[in-house]
């Protein structure tokens, strides 16, 4: 066994034996050197076998359950070695002020100026910093907003101005996006909505209003669907297809598409997500909607302020099968327009071909045609 190798499996001993569930204090004794430094935050520095051995006696005593682990493979070159662990316990024991700095220790650092602190170790001090560094910045706004020279801002006693946002120019990013757009398929929204019928059936569940039944031609389903969600019209969505007339693609719209059925679509693609594979090594979340399923995921963010009004605070990501993510998102839009024109009026099994005769009706129940 080479050097690195041997130093990997010290480290390792000492993850596992040290630091994991079934704590072995002889392994202080047998791996460590006598005047060894343990360091461990928001602790005061331990030194020596005795001392560590103490320390860790303690702060079982605390978290009964202690438990940390290696989550990546150890990175050894010459007498150093890395490694990323994690862990923690549930705390149980002694209260954690008992395992801070001692207060003499703590005073005794402070005025030596050992503390390493990346802020002053004295409120008073930090506010005083803050004030000077707050009025030297207002000092030099006032100075550019009394010659005019605030960048896109106009400050005067009639108020503060702003001007719009610019868009930044930047050759290399258009190039790059453009070549980024290039890589990707050409995929016709028509195309899509067939291979998804494909897999999902979600046409099935645009169900008659009377009856219940699916629609008999899927392919008209999907034209109405799509000239709802673009807001084109069927009128216009019937002379640019071709394939169907106005008259039948209204009939389907009346009679198929609707608040109700949109929102069973949208669930009929947000169970074929559930059901994808990688379901079985995530989970199946907790929350999904048609812009993607939630996935949560431990440990947080910088941005703890940041707070999503539907998933909240807590860490984690959305994902979404690609295929389905352009028919969702027509879906999704379709149902919205639904919702902002209102539900039509309620309809009677003849309702169709009288709106069909009568086409200025039809713009009174704000539905655009």
């Known amino acids: 066994m080479d050097k690195e190798m041997a130093n990997k499996a010290v480290v390792g001993r000492w993850f596992t034996e040290f630091w994991g569930k079934q704590v072995n204090l002889a392994v202080v004794d047998e791996i460590a050197a006598p005047n060894m430094l343990l360091k461990?935050?928001?602790?005061?520095?331990?030194?020596?076998?005795?001392?560590?051995?103490?320390?860790m006696t303690d702060f079982r005593a605390a978290f009964p359950d202690l438990n940390f682990w290696g989550t990546a493979d150890l990175i050894a070159e010459g007498d150093y070695v890395v490694g990323r662990w994690e862990g923690g316990g549930t705390h149980s024991g002694r209260a954690f002020d008992d395992f801070l700095l001692p207060r003499d220790a703590f005073e005794n650092r402070r005025d030596a100026d050992e503390l390493g602190l990346a802020v002053p170790d004295r409120f008073g001090v930090w506010r005083d910093t803050?004030?000077?560094?707050?009025?030297?910045?207002?000092?030099?706004?006032?100075?550019?907003?009394?010659?005019?020279?605030?960048?896109?801002?106009?400050?005067?006693?009639?108020?503060?101005?702003?001007?719009?946002?610019?868009?930044?120019?930047?050759?290399?990013?258009d190039t790059l996006v453009r070549?980024?757009?290039?890589?990707?398929?050409?995929?016709?929204?028509?195309?899509?909505?067939?291979?998804?019928q494909g897999w999902t059936s979600f046409a099935d569940r645009f169900a008659h209003l009377r009856t219940g039944a699916p629609p008999d031609d899927a392919r008209a389903l999907m034209t109405a669907v799509l000239a709802d969600a673009t807001n084109l019209g069927l009128t216009r969505m019937a002379?640019?297809?071709?394939?169907?007339s106005h008259s039948r693609l209204l009939w389907v719209a009346e009679w198929h598409v609707r608040d109700e059925t949109y929102q069973a679509a949208l669930g009929c693609l947000s169970d074929a997500i559930h059901a994808h594979?990688?379901?079985?090594?995530?989970?199946?979340?907790?929350?999904?909607?048609?812009?993607?399923q939630f996935f949560r995921a431990g440990g947080h963010g910088q941005a703890r302020a940041d707070y999503n009004a539907k998933y909240g605070s807590e860490p984690g990501g959305k994902v979404l099968h690609p295929c389905l993510r352009p028919l969702c998102a027509v879906l999704f839009q379709g149902h919205?327009?639904?919702?902002?024109?209102?539900?039509?009026?309620?309809?009677?099994?003849h309702a169709p071909r009288k709106l069909a005769r009568y086409p200025r009706a039809l713009h009174r129940h704000g539905r655009r045609y």
């Open 179 to 196: 070549r980024l757009y290039a890589m990707l398929p050409r995929l016709r929204v028509t195309e899509l909505f067939a291979e998804v």
């Open 130 to 173: 803050k004030v000077r560094l707050l009025e030297a910045r207002l000092g030099q706004i006032d100075a550019l907003a009394a010659v005019g020279e605030l960048s896109d801002t106009t400050l005067t006693e009639e108020g503060l101005s702003i001007n719009p946002i610019r868009r930044s120019e930047n050759e290399a990013a």
């Open 239 to 244: 002379r640019s297809a071709g394939a169907f």
């Open 40 to 55: 461990y935050s928001l602790h005061e520095p331990r030194r020596g076998r005795d001392d560590i051995k103490a320390f």
């Open 336 to 349: 919205r327009r639904q919702r902002q024109r209102g539900r039509p009026c309620s309809r009677r099994p």
């Open 277 to 292: 594979p990688f379901t079985k090594v995530w989970g199946d979340g907790d929350t999904s909607s048609s812009d993607g």
